[in-house]
């Protein structure tokens, strides 16, 4: 899979991404080779969400800055980053102390290109790395953007579902905004594409599963402005996909509620899959489960990453590129993401239909015929499986207690419904 | 006491147990002597107890191996562990490769003879140290085991009761049907005859106390299916008496709930009189509390012991013998469980009838009558009894905020009654 | 602050505070020049007050001891430690022998002169140090002590009310019982007073504050068996303060309820601003929290000191004078409640008027125009703010949550509460 993963990453990197844009239209198209059932909707500019409005489209052609010799001494044709984004026209010859003034870097990472927006103020501007624009002689420069706020245009935004035998829904929610960053960015909808994929392959999903691909913010909003209240009625659980690229030890990021079943499976997983993680409680920043996460949602959505925004210093620079991610890597965030799925799948309260003292499951095939040392690692999962299936305990408060491992409960729960001495009872929906 | 102790473990200790049979039969009658009102039952093979059938009733008059020169190279009349528990009867000349395939070793402990049962699938073997087998030359061997799987026999149990002014229980359950093993065995039954000996002194007890002598798994379960109604009626706390009598720390097993009297005494009482000791949460391997608590019954019922089942080495070998244990480890044994019954006894929610300020204690002689430094440690059992006696808070609790020892807190509150100012509340019953 | 603190210090130092007398007088006359609405009451001896009585007024003109040779050994006038409070007369001459019977001294701190008392115990006696004692030579000792008992009496008790928008009450009290004491007395009543004082300046107090100033245990049981009904309904918040004018780090003792609002606020303000601090559960024993948190009051009273009672070795001794404090940690105490009080003043369940995604800030200038990197530390009191303001959460949640500091938080309530996206709801009372 990691292979076809790179070349879709080597497609889109170049594509210049934003709020609005044509940008954003090619990455869908091209997504939807993978994501058959996409949905391609577009929202109008100034269409109002809550409290927001969708910004005009931004069109954007071309830009650089010449030098008195008429070099090219940067391109948004070569890096997108280039050009702050939403930018306005202009087309001028300024000195060097003006440039300066319209120019964001890095000086303690001089090295790399900032990643700079404007989304709802006008303005225009540029970034270099900060060595560049110190070795920046006196000189007639001549900026030149040839961009558009189209109070005409619209965002576009991208919705799959792949049904389930219940119409309860598990969301995964990416963006599809960020020009050319690797983790920050196209990780998430890689991921996410993939993870499609992959579903499609499972016969007999429990659940519904949807995969939202749209601008960071203004995206989640608009979203949840027209189709929240649906949301909040059939989701079970979500995921933000965003920063699940590097090599870093996986982070996930609890949802609001610190206790829904997105938590409670992302936890156990990690607990009993990896030696290294980190779990982090809900807070207010960074992406899209800001919005589903407010107050009046407040939904089941938390976010598995790997090394999370604002952590690694390469964050919302140039130095986000596909040197700083790992397509291996990306494969196993993919795999961690469906045994998460399967917990889910698996969760409900079992009932053990012969609760009073054990069944004998020596005539069942269930236990061995001979007693003597070490019987316990061979039968714990069905004892821990009977003792606890009173209606209360899901699996995952079982694997807890126990800690025996979900896979081996999962084997266990399929022989102990087969035998018929365990039942399924609530899933908690 | 102790000397006591060592005299009936040495009557106790050749005889063969085993789920049924004789050994079960004599081994009840020595304890009788000390269990006054011991009354035994007997259920005969074939009876149905929940999913479980009471097993034929094993007798065995007889077992060796011979080799051709007419040796015995093991002898059950020796160790009652060189037979598989429940063998078949069997009259056979073999070789050293037939003889190898039907007999248990332990290849890591090769000094030490395996205990070995088949309950429930019928088979012959035999058991021996690893050494031995290892020693063996081809030859050919006489073995022989003259035993009989009576389906007209019966299964025999031991039931006694002390009574107490209240017909809530405190139970004790121990087993009697592995052959010689020293503490995971003998230390139960003992530890369980003398404390009955013990109570008996105590006057004014309480709580009616039960004794119970089971063979193990199906003893309890049979036990239950009679009579696990009355029992969910009536018990308040129990324990299952096993692995008590080695040097090692105290180790308690809570019950299923977790936070039973059971649990919150042991711990009380282990917090605050061992400097080592550990806590364990309850998981469904291990004794008869698999029985008591399963999700049917879920009876307040742990286990104090002291080095567990499955830790030690020396566990189901011919290494659990007389010098695994230490006699006057049992006793102090004995003297754990009778202070956990103390606890039990005095657990109440006492109400404080002098509730707003402080009861001038000083005209009561309860209190110094000069003032200075140092007043906190005379006083601070009557003063934490005083605060938290609103009918809320019970012995323990009081004793788990306070720190201060159960034994200075049971003196205080004898005065405070007797002084009037602190009544009996709630038992919790 | 610091300044006007150590004059009221030397003024106060060298009178004679009991249970009762004209030394508890003329303090609360000294203490009402800063506290201006301060009421004094007198008990007359007798009163019953629940399970105690008033006693007689301890009325002492002179006391000393006198050698052969008619040199004071030790005087009244010089330190009023020398006389056991609540000393009988006595004019007597007497062996070393007798004279030692009647003395306490202090073996183990031999320079330093023991503070002690028998309010309830007619007696009379002597303290001096160790050292002194050990040097006395056989002599004759002529003993005198110029002292009443008076049936007749009163006890004098100081209330002070400073009132808010609310009926709802902060209260605060200190005792003024103990004689030369610097820590364990004078730092409470100065505190007390100077709080007053600062609160007095604050415009639109929300909270009603009262300032008692009581003889400790009898005075507090009085007063509560006179207004303890009145406390029950209107404290919010309390804090016995005492043990608050050393240099060591800040001890907060809970209140009986252990998550009342007076514990809540201090663990965030002590959390949030200092290093090194010590968290107490509630013990029954210490200062008048023992009598406002009986179990027939259990009012939210805990205690904010510097180095407890009985930690010290200073602690009742004539080593608690002025070298043991320090007038800038006395003003730094102050400021400490103040800090208190702000948190308690501010902490509402605030509720977001806007929470169905975030209200768009960057166009109410409350977020940056432009988006990169570092934007988390400006706006998170913000963000979290809106996040958590659902009406279930409080101040005190939000800053236990986030971690923002609670001074930045209520800058942020008040922009958000001016831009009418947050409105106050419940404060819980």
């Known amino acids: 899979m990691k292979n076809q993963i790179e070349k879709y990453f080597d497609r889109l990197w170049p594509i210049n991404r934003s709020l609005t844009g044509d940008g954003n239209r090619e990455t869908l198209k091209i997504l939807s080779e993978i994501v058959k059932s996409l949905e391609i909707q577009e929202i109008p500019s100034g269409t109002k969400c809550f409290d927001w409005t ?21 391109d948004f044709a070569e890096n997108n980053l280039h050009v702050i984004g939403y930018s306005t026209p202009i087309n001028k010859k300024i000195n060097l102390e003006e440039l300066k003034s319209i120019t964001k870097t890095l000086p303690e990472q001089p090295g790399l290109i900032p990643y700079v927006t404007s989304y709802y103020k006008e303005r225009y501007g540029f970034c270099m790395s900060h060595n560049q624009l ?33 119409k309860k829904e598990i969301l995964l929610s990416t963006y599809i905004c960020h020009p050319s960053m690797a983790s920050n960015e196209l990780s998430g909808p890689l991921v996410t594409s993939f993870l499609y994929n992959e579903l499609l392959k499972i016969k007999n999903r429990k659940y519904t599963y949807r995969f939202l691909f749209l601008p960071e913010t203004i995206g ?30 996986f982070t996930y990021k609890k949802s609001r509620m610190g206790n829904s079943l997105a938590d409670r499976a992302s936890e156990l997983v990690l607990k009993q899959s990896e030696k290294n993680y980190n779990i982090i409680d809900f807070f207010p920043m ?9 107050p009046g949602f407040n939904l089941p959505v938390g976010s598995l990453m790997r090394t999370m925004y604002g952590i690694y210093p390469e964050y919302h620079t140039s130095g986000d590129n596909k ?28 009932i053990n239909k012969m609760p009073y003292c054990e069944p004998q499951l020596g005539k069942r095939g269930l236990y061995p015929t001979m007693g003597g040392k070490g019987l316990k690692k061979i039968i714990e999962g069905t004892m821990w499986l009977l003792n606890q299936s009173d209606g209360k305990n899901d699996l995952i408060d079982i694997a807890n207690k126990s ?11 399929d022989k102990l419904l087969k035998s018929g001495i365990l039942i399924k009872g609530n899933s908690n929906f």
């Open 134 to 166: 110190e070795s920046l002689k006196e000189d007639t420069y001549h900026i030149f953007i040839d961009s558009q706020l189209d109070y005409d245009g619209s965002m576009t935004i991208g919705d799959a579902v792949l049904k389930g035998e219940s």
């Open 54 to 74: 969708v910004p005009p489209e931004w069109k954007i052609k071309e830009a650089w800055i010449r030098n008195s010799r008429g070099e090219k001494i940067i």
């Open 323 to 350: 040197d700083f991610i790992n397509f291996e890597a990306l494969e196993n965030s993919i795999k961690k993401y469906l045994d998460i799925f399967k917990v889910i799948e698996y969760n409900f309260k079992y």
């Open 220 to 249: 989640s909003i608009c979203y949840l402005s027209m189709y929240g209240d649906n949301l909040k009625q059939k989701l079970i659980a979500g995921y933000v996909v965003t920063c699940i690229g590097d090599n870093g030890n």
């Open 403 to 413: 800690n025996v491992n979900y896979n081996i409960l999962i084997d266990n729960i």
């Open 286 to 294: 960074g992406s899209d489960e800001r919005q589903y996460c407010s």
